[in-house]
């Protein structure tokens, strides 16, 4: 049985791997290129984040692999064949990509009756994901009377009607309290625990950090970074270090004349680059200008992804007034 959703999916059981395996998908729309060779796998017992700025070609990846979109070259397989000839996919591979894709005046209880039935499935399915998503209490109301985030937890629901060993979830956190973020993160980890392959778009960076084990970045349709979050971060990490001092303009003067990349972070902090630890501290010292601590600067993935995907943002608001950068 399987700990967490309460059906009978293993490691070992069924016929397919697993994996989500995509090579050299290639997608234009019109004139726009969508997809410009996307190449990078999910495999199982674990969370792989896929993030990129509006346009980078996520929604397209995801509709490609579910057999939504058709892509002019490359390949997308689930557990070693396309979403097209599997028989039941509910119970194969499980997707979330549009919370709203239901029909309102339905209550959610038929929502997913209706789905369980379409893949030979019983209403005591439909039971237990009531239970596990916390739904019970509102099931027999219409769906389309549902906040975003009770939307999120029906479809998360549907996607795992069958039990499945993979998982495809767009902007899972998207409407949810900070109570329901805290469940999901833990949610999708539980899952990936079971030996599953979770695959989830999200544009909170903060979240992916806590619940995330991989990322896929991509920008202007093709994969920037394909690492671990741990790397990830410190490669963002790099040398830079956090001085604190209440002497921050002196510091950043004194410091930017010795050769140092200077930013302001807080009232009292500033982030130090291309000098190292001792020749600040001499700097500082040869000016009389005191400090309190100089550590080590550890990078939030949200750092690490603006870095990344600073060069692959295709839509980009200019500056509002008076918020030039200090």
Known sequence: MSGLTGGNWSRTSGSLE???EVDGLRKRFGPTVALDGMTFSVPPAQV??????????????MRVILGLDAADNGTAVIGGQPYWSLRHPL???????????????????NHLLWLAHSQGLGSR????????????SAIRRPAGGFSLGMRQRLGVAAALLGDPPILMLDEPFNGMDPVGIVWMRGFLRALAAEGRAVFV???????????ADHLVVVGRGKVIADTSVKDLIAAASGDRFELRTAERAEAMKVL????????????DVVL???????????????????????????????????????????????????????
């Open 272 to 326: 130090v680059k291309s000098l190292s630890a001792e020749r600040t501290v001499a700097a500082l010292t040869a000016k009389h200008v005191t400090f309190a601590e100089v550590s080590a600067h550890r990078a939030t993935l949200e750092e690490a992804y603006m870095e990344l995907t600073r060069d692959a943002v295709e839509y980009r608001a200019a500056p509002a007034a008076g918020g030039a950068a200090r």
């Open 201 to 211: 778009s999200s544009h909170l960076m903060s979240e992916l950090q806590d619940a």
């Open 18 to 20: 697993a994996t989500i």
């Open 48 to 61: 792989t984040g896929f993030v990129g700025p509006n346009g980078a070609g996520k929604s397209t990846t």
């Open 125 to 136: 399915r439909v039971a237990e994901v009531v239970e596990q998503m916390g739904l019970k």
């Open 256 to 267: 930017a004349e010795a050769g140092a990349e200077v930013t302001a972070t807080a009232q």
């Open 91 to 109: 119970t194969h591979v499980g997707s979330l990509l549009d919370a709203s894709a239901l029909q309102p005046s339905r209550t959610a209880r």
